[in-house]
């Protein structure tokens, strides 16, 4: 099993800056990738952007340039910075640990941290 706890969420301005944290516990020896995910009221969750294992990134085409993605390996933590906000990145942000199962992708969650960026 794989804990997830996110920290950091909040309210900014439109233009200001974000740092999400996640600290990952238990089996994290198994972790292949982790990412954060956001699902705004009324929509889908989506990927925000995800690092694996051998430090490979990837990001939505509509954060790229202004998310960043980041890894503690030391400390068992990701973080996500995002700057430049605007109103559309609001959303409840999740982090997320897969992790191989033979043929067989397990997903773990965090608990969601809101952001708002509103003026």
């Known amino acids: 099993q794989v804990q997830l706890v996110e920290s950091g969420g909040g309210l900014v301005q439109p233009g200001g800056s974000l740092r999400l944290s996640c600290a990952a516990s238990?089996?994290?020896?198994?972790?292949?990738?982790m990412g954060w995910y956001r699902q705004a009221p009324g929509k889908e969750r989506e990927l925000v952007a995800a690092?694996?294992?051998?430090?490979?990134?990837n990001y939505a085409d509509s954060v790229k340039g202004r998310f960043t993605i980041s890894r503690d390996s030391a400390k068992n933590t990701v973080y996500l910075q995002m700057n430049s906000l605007k109103p559309e990145d609001t959303a409840v942000y999740y982090c997320?640990?897969?992790?191989?199962?033979?043929?067989?992708?397990?997903?773990?969650w965090g608990q969601g941290t809101q952001v708002t960026v509103s003026s």
């Open positions: 997320n640990a897969k992790r191989l199962a033979g043929a067989i992708i397990l997903n773990y």
């Open positions: 238990g089996s994290i020896f198994s972790i292949n990738a």
């Open positions: 690092i694996t294992s051998g430090g490979n990134t």
